[in-house]
């Protein structure tokens, strides 16, 4: 059986903004309106025979697109940028290949630091899931399922797949 949330429908959505380093295009500061789908595979259980409560994963999927909504979204891990804090402010610099340094200052309020290297839809998915999975797991919750799916759309018609299996 596989319970199936679609994020336009169901709101999850986020808009952010975010900074692929590198890239020619998506190099430069943009942003997306994001939007999350989201599948659980197993077996219908307990008294009511659900997969899992649709209630529950889509609480669980609202609160991570609400911390990441209307931030800018920079990856913590990347292998080339490197930031500081200074109490209310974060400074970023990126060595380009060509040596070419790019440096940026934002409040620290306005953005999300987030432990990926980039912030692909990519990385996205999979830091969803991961999220997905960690809260079922923390509410117990996860028994019945044995695979979760996560596409974190950019917009309409192009987005990222991660599949994860808990058994
Ligand atoms: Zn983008």
Redesign the pocket.
Known sequence: MILELNGIYAGLRFSSA?I?FGHDS?GVI?G?SYYVDVKLSGSPSGDFGFVCDFKIVKQIVKELCNELDHKLLVPRDHDNMEYSIDEDSIFLEYVEKSGKVKKYMFPLEDINLLPLKSTTAEELSIYFTEFIKNRLQKLKMDSSILEIETTVN?GIGQGARYKMLLR
Request: glycine content about 0%.
């Open positions: 975010h692929v998506c943009h997306h950019e």
